[in-house]
T-cell receptor, first 117, second 115 residues
Framework: DAGVIQSPRHEVTEMGQEVTLRCKPI?????LFWYRQTMMRGLELLIY????????DSGMPEDRFSAKMPNASFSTLKIQPSEPRDSAVYFC???????????????FGQGTRLTVV | AQSVTQPDIHITVSEGASLELRCNYS??????LFWYVQSPGQGLQLLLK??????LVQGIKGFEAEFKRSQSSFNLRKPSVHWSDAAEYFC?????????????FGTGTRLTIIP
């Protein structure tokens, strides 16, 4: 398997524009996670899905952020409108779990570096 | 709620010297513990994990970690570091909740290697 695939790797956009980040998880995995990494706040879990259903979105900073997982092989994280403080590296990760904790091992993509100017 | 503490933000070690990165966790049940490494510009890569059994676990790149329940610790060690080990290291605890599983990460320790 090619691993978790994220696109684009880099994105530069102007404040107020819509930004869509994409993720293809590892085939067969049943959980998908979106993280944001900044110098100030470290690695933050934004939202995670289990079997394509959003389980916990308490980390989503505000209504400008939304995430979808229309099927088991694709997820998007959208920011509309974008702001300079959204500049960060966004990681997608996936895992396979059976509910006992051992499946928490997550496999990460290379990340999308977002710059909002 | 579970939490992970990495008390050292930045550590500098000479090449060839030994290394120990500290990690303390707070979790009510049996913890599933992980160490990840992040090289500059890269995603996180799993170094090793502890689920049960032998409390000393071996990982990739010559790393090992020891689970000590009495100290709620899972410290990462390497007997002799290489310049390529310079990276950021994250400790994490896995949580299972109603069939859903996720990781809680520490804030990371940045490792610098000097010649």
């Amino acid at each position: 398997d090619a691993g978790v695939i994220q696109s684009p790797r880099h994105e530069v956009t102007e404040m107020g524009q819509e930004v869509t980040l994409r993720c293809k998880p590892i085939s067969g995995h049943n959980s998908l996670f979106w993280y944001r990494q900044t110098m100030m706040r470290g690695l933050e879990l934004l939202i995670y899905f289990n079997n394509n259903v959003p389980i916990d979105d308490s980390g989503m900073p505000e209504d400008r952020f939304s995430a979808k997982m229309p099927n088991a092989s694709f997820s998007t994280l959208k920011i509309q409108p974008s702001e300079p403080r959204d500049s960060a590296v966004y990681f997608c990760a996936s895992s396979y779990g059976v509910g006992d904790g051992t499946g928490a091992e997550a496999f990460f993509g290379q990340g999308t570096r977002l710059t909002v100017v | 709620a579970q939490s992970v503490t990495q008390p050292d933000i930045h550590i500098t070690v000479s090449e060839g010297a030994s290394l120990e990165l500290r990690c303390n966790y707070s979790y009510g049940a049996t913890p599933y513990l992980f160490w990840y490494v992040q090289s500059p510009g890269q995603g996180l890569q799993l170094l090793l994990k502890y689920f049960s059994g032998d409390t000393l676990v071996q990982g990739i790149k010559g790393f090992e970690a020891e689970f000590k329940r009495s100290q709620s610790s899972f410290n990462l060690r390497k007997p002799s570091v290489h310049w390529s080990d310079a990276a950021e290291y994250f400790c994490a605890v896995g949580q299972a909740n109603f069939g859903n599983e996720k990781l809680t990460f520490g804030t990371g320790t940045r490792l610098t290697i000097i010649p």
